[in-house]
């Protein structure tokens, strides 16, 4: 019943920014937004879908692919159902579709397998 969808991507250019939403709606078994761990996941062409970012339910606990550190910040806003990406020093290795997944948890996953909700996706596109 949950239902994710994204928005934000586009195209820019290397070196430039780009914050990326998920807004949620709807809702499993009562429970609330903030008690899914939500993610980040990206799929360029030609490979497989990897994880970018993971937060846990309260924000407390964030993990980053070691490609994105230190040039991302995840966040979430649970009283509007939401949770963000932000990408600073794009590169081009930065283009792909991005998804926004949720799970139960309670841990933070970084892997396909511990999401059962996803949204449809956003073209990020970063020109050299």
């Known amino acids: 019943q949950v239902q994710l969808v994204e928005s934000g991507g586009g195209l820019v250019q290397a070196g430039g920014s780009l914050r990326l939403s998920c807004a949620a709606s709807g809702k499993a078994s009562g429970r609330t937004f903030g008690s899914y761990i939500m993610a980040w996941f990206r799929q360029a062409p030609g490979k497989e879908r990897e994880v970018v970012a993971v937060?846990?339910?309260?924000?407390?606990?964030?993990y980053y692919a070691e490609s994105v550190k230190g040039r991302s910040t995840i966040s979430r806003d649970n009283a509007e159902n939401t949770v963000y990406l932000q990408i600073d020093s794009l590169k081009p290795e930065d283009t792909a579709v991005y998804y926004c997944?949720?799970?139960?948890?309670?841990?933070?996953?970084?892997?396909?397998?511990?999401?059962?909700?996803w949204g449809r996706g956003t073209q990020v596109t970063v020109s050299s």
């Open positions: 997944a949720g799970g139960p948890g309670p841990g933070v996953a970084s892997t396909r397998r511990e999401y059962n909700y």
């Open positions: 937060i846990s339910g309260s924000g407390f606990t964030t």
